[in-house]
């Protein structure tokens, strides 16, 4: 018998983005409790030979609903699919950005109400672009969303996972904010820049960055997992934002590196296309009101100590 989870059961979790950087980390953690993972994955063939404890199925997310037999095996499904933000945007990626978000979406979420034992949870990634660039206003989860692309795209995410609420159905849309991991996203990408002594705020460096070390992002997704207060919007943010200056100040220091020379915005228009490159400069004030105020104890509350655990 594997060892059981939190609640003293064992259980069958389907994971979607389970290759993922945050899919991966999240499936070691609920194999370590004790809970079998289901994967679904375009390729998994490949996925077998990276990641054998997993039981995998093919999908195409934007195309088709999941198999049948994988939706009705899990007790719980967390869907963490989606095409990354962080590239050049044009007509098409942008197309790509909402669709794997709120198709993908939809035909999960489609596959779960037609099911004859649906799970009984349902998390579903979201992202704290509904909140659009608000300044320094400090946002919880009762917050009203912003008016760009990103804010439009994840309030349609969200709409598409909600539809399976009800009939014995939790539902939780999990709003992620910059996930610090040296092996990619955000803190992949700076980390060379800034090791090199070149690397520096963006801009004017007052945008707020809500950011969450990776053992949180997947200690909020268990917490949720786990616990009924976890319904509706939850952030998955660490409890204390800096702004961008602060970030790349703390970020220098973890590197033993200067990090005082802005980066020019016109620069990132070149480097990422205007409006990819206007959104940079732009940010959020997160607060993970609803995780904390019912119990969730962040491992790693600071950006100096979250940057010293990562980069030891």
Not at 154 to 166: D, F, P, R, S, T
Not at 202 to 212: C, K, P
Not at 240 to 262: C, D, H, I, M, Y
């Amino acid at each position: 018998m594997p060892e059981t989870n939190a609640n003293g059961k064992s259980r069958t979790v389907l994971v979607t983005g389970a290759s993922g950087m945050i899919g991966v980390a999240l499936c070691n953690a609920l194999i370590d409790h004790g809970d079998t993972v289901i994967g679904l994955t375009r390729d998994p063939d490949r996925a077998r030979r990276t990641q054998s404890t997993i039981e995998w199925h093919a999908w195409e997310p934007t195309r088709e609903r999941p198999p049948a037999e994988a939706i009705e095996a899990a007790d719980a499904v967390i869907n963490l699919a989606g095409e990354p933000i962080n590239q050049r945007w044009n007509d098409a990626v942008k197309d790509r950005i909402a669709q794997s978000r709120i198709k993908a979406t939809k035909n999960l979420a489609d596959a779960i109400t037609t099911a004859d034992d649906p799970p009984s949870v349902f998390l579903s990634g979201s992202a704290i672009g509904f909140y659009g660039n608000r300044g320094d206003e400090l946002l919880y989860e009762d917050a009203e969303p912003g008016d760009d692309f990103l804010a439009d795209v994840v309030v349609e995410w969200e709409a598409a996972a909600n539809a399976v609420a009800g009939n014995g159905i939790r539902v939780a849309t999990i709003r992620t904010g910059h996930v610090l991991d040296p092996t990619g996203g955000l803190l992949g990408e700076l980390l060379t820049p800034f090791r090199l002594g070149v690397g520096g705020p963006i801009g004017n460096g007052r945008q707020y960055m809500s950011w969450i070390h990776r053992d949180d992002e997947v200690g909020v997704l268990l917490w949720s997992l786990e616990n009924a207060a976890a319904s509706g919007p939850v952030n998955a943010t660490a409890p204390n934002p800096v702004t961008n200056k602060e970030f790349a100040k703390q970020l220098g220091k973890a590197v033993s590196r200067p990090a005082v020379v802005p980066i020019p915005g016109f620069a990132l228009g070149v480097l990422r296309g205007p409006e990819f490159g206007k959104v940079l400069q732009e940010g959020q004030r997160v607060y993970p009101k609803v995780a904390l105020d019912n119990g969730y104890e962040f491992k790693h509350p600071d950006l100096g100590g979250a940057l010293a655990n990562l980069l030891r």
